[in-house]
């Protein structure tokens, strides 16, 4: 069953309900890919939510302040809009639990909500935040040695002899939503203390995530906690274009809150 919901300042979502609801129901949020529309990339959105609906959970499919329906909705920080949003779902629906996550700015979102407000208890990120160290250079280093002679070649021949008009390189860092360096762990930690329940996984669709211990010497040893679950999928893209990604993930995410948030 899917209804429109009214919420904060204009704005709407759709709400998709499981046949049976309990007093302990959690409801899901799932925050946009960037400036894709609510259904998500090839209405990824849409197939979780009725899937995690057939599970008995509750799902909440909405356009953050500045994309497709909320375009007009950008005249406030936008995590200040996010927090009156769940007032607002919690006074329509009586949901009081809630789990949040996305897709690259999706995920940044989700963890500024999710460190803002008590009422977030699990979190999936993907392709979220991570930063580069050692473990990156690391696997930078093995994905050059599968390199063909060619591309080696071509590559050399770009260091040595650069052009003019050469574009200026760009970092996650510059373009993402994410927290001051070196904050990530205390935030990481006061997330688990709280007890959040926390899945990240990263796709090789990603350029500053390319070797698993980068999740460890992001977020230190609290990453080996019972409450967070980890993936790495470097054969995926970074919006599952692929038709058995998308049942992959969705597999995936409903697997993750029927063990860990079991309604």
């Given at each position: 069953m899917e209804d429109i919901v009214d919420l904060c300042a204009?704005?709407?979502g759709v709400l998709t309900r499981p046949p049976q609801e309990s007093a302990t129901s959690i409801c899901v949020i799932l925050v946009n890919a960037g400036n894709m529309h609510?259904?998500?990339p090839s209405r990824l959105h849409v197939?979780?939510?009725r899937r995690l609906a057939e599970l008995g959970y509750a799902t909440l499919?909405?356009?953050v302040p500045g994309v497709g329906d909320s375009l007009r909705r950008a005249d406030k920080p936008q995590n200040e809009v996010m927090l009156e949003m769940l007032d607002a779902l919690q006074a329509r629906t009586g949901y009081r639990r809630f789990v949040i996550g996305g897709i690259c700015?999706?995920?940044?979102?989700?963890?500024?909500l999710a460190i803002a407000d008590a009422r977030i208890v699990g979190l999936f990120l993907l392709d979220g935040l991570m930063r580069r160290g050692r473990w990156f250079l690391l696997g930078r280093l093995q994905r050059a040695t599968h390199k063909s002679p060619s591309a080696w070649l071509?590559?050399?021949?770009?260091?040595?002899?650069p052009k003019p008009d050469q574009p200026i390189l760009v970092t996650p860092e510059d373009l993402r939503e994410w927290p001051p360096r070196g904050s990530e762990r205390e935030q990481y930690r006061a997330l688990l203390d709280r007890g959040v329940e926390v899945f990240q996984l990263f796709t090789g669709g990603t350029s500053y995530f390319l070797h698993p211990?980068?999740?460890?010497?992001?977020?230190g040893d609290a990453v080996h906690a019972p409450a967070v679950r980890f993936r790495h999928w470097p054969e995926c893209d970074h919006l599952f274009y692929a038709e058995s990604d998308r049942e992959r993930l969705i597999?995936?995410?409903?697997?993750?809150l029927q063990q860990r948030l079991p309604h």
């Open positions: 204009g704005m709407f609510r259904c998500g197939r979780l939510a499919r909405f356009d700015a999706g995920a940044d979102t989700s963890w500024q071509a590559a050399l021949r770009g260091r040595l002899s211990r980068q999740l460890e010497e992001t977020f597999a995936e995410i409903a697997g993750w």
